[in-house]
């Protein structure tokens, strides 16, 4: 349900409300009160939990990225001290 259908949903229920006798009235206002304050909680609950989740995912993104180019560092430094060692003790110096 979108936010326009639950606000006409929500529109037409206070309606109904308010054509009831006044000892159910008031205790039918605040019901859809609530409702209505718990669907808003609902709503931020939801988008900050979508915020976290983007976040997590872009944290995710850069770990893979500094753990692939750590990869390739260290590729690259033991190519050298191979070469290096080689240089050192070429393997007809015995």
Partial sequence: MNEQDFQQKLGDLIE???????????KMQSLAKQ????????KRSIGQLQE???YLRMSIKYLVFDLEATRRENKYLREMLRKDTEEDNPEGAD
Avoid at 16 to 26: T, Y
Avoid at 35 to 40: D, G, M, S, V, Y
């Fill in 35 to 42: 409702t209505a304050e718990r669907r808003a909680r609902m």
């Fill in 52 to 54: 976290s989740l983007d």
């Fill in 16 to 26: 109904q409300i308010n054509d009831l006798p006044p000892e159910h009235k008031e």
